[in-house]
Nanobody, 115 residues
Framework: QVQLVESGGGLVQPGGSLSLSCAAS????????MSWYRQAPGKEREFVAG????????NYADSVKERFTISRDNAKNTLYLQMNSLKPEDTAVYYC????????WGQGTQVTVSS
């Protein structure tokens, strides 16, 4: 059974940092491209960042470039998202996504950026 479990969300002040993790199980993690998405209240889910199987290539939404870093540890079956210089508009539920078959989603972790 495929499982993606996000953690690390919380409340942070503008300009602060958070590090998200996504623990994967039930499939061969290293074989699949992985991504982070987010969904703010009243908005559609949007792409944040993606990473290839080996981690050798990454891509980002323009809104998070130079502030967020996606990475993975295939030995630990874990995906990461380091978020720096956070802004109120980064407030959203953040989801881990595995590009496996029809796609697999985690349950999400809430990130709130507010003073």
């Amino acid at each position: 059974q495929v499982q993606l479990v996000e953690s690390g969300g919380g409340l942070v002040q503008p300009g602060g940092s958070l590090s998200l993790s996504c623990a994967a199980s039930g499939f061969t993690f290293s074989r699949y491209h992985m991504s982070w998405y987010r969904q703010a209240p009243g908005k559609e889910r949007e792409f944040v960042a993606g990473i290839t199987t080996s981690g050798g290539s990454t891509n980002y939404a323009d809104s998070v470039k130079e502030r967020f870093t996606i990475s993975r540890d295939n030995a630990k079956n874990t995906l990461y998202l380091q978020m720096n210089s956070l802004k109120p508009e980064d407030t959203a539920v953040y989801y881990c996504y595995a590009a496996r078959g029809a796609g697999s989603w985690g349950q999400g972790t809430q990130v709130t950026v507010s003073s």
